[in-house]
């Protein structure tokens, strides 16, 4: 099993990046799905996370701001990201899991300036 994720960056506050999480090994579409990230010097927390029915949870933090999706055809988890801003900046993870987490994938690094 493997996921990789890709599409982190640098932008300035206010700017948008997508975030993609390859699935190979497993299909995606039957597991739940999520993104975290991990700050320095603070504990990885859950930003999003699609069920394997669709349902969708967003942390209070990104609420409004961030959306959550997949492409089952492509095995391919997303995560919209508008308006940045410097706190988001974190290591972002993808991850799959039946009921927790079962699989987690390489971070991609997301630097949001102000």
């Known amino acids: 099993v493997q996921l990789q994720a890709s599409g982190g960056g640098s932008v300035q506050a206010g700017g948008s990046l997508r975030l993609s999480c390859a699935a190979s090994?497993?299909?995606?579409?039957?597991?739940?799905m999520g993104w975290y990230r991990q700050a320095p010097g603070k504990e990885r927390e859950l930003v999003a996370r699609?069920?394997?029915?669709?349902?969708?949870y967003y942390a209070d933090s990104v609420k409004g701001r961030f959306t959550i999706s997949r492409d089952n055809a492509k095995n391919t988890l997303y995560l919209q990201m508008n308006s940045l801003k410097p706190e988001d900046t974190a290591v972002y993870y993808c991850?799959?899991?039946?009921?927790?987490?079962?699989?987690w994938g390489k971070g991609t690094q997301v630097t949001v300036s102000s």
């Open positions: 991850a799959a899991g039946a009921k927790g987490v079962d699989y």
């Open positions: 699609i069920s394997s029915g669709g349902s969708t």
């Open positions: 090994g497993l299909f995606l579409g039957s597991y739940n």
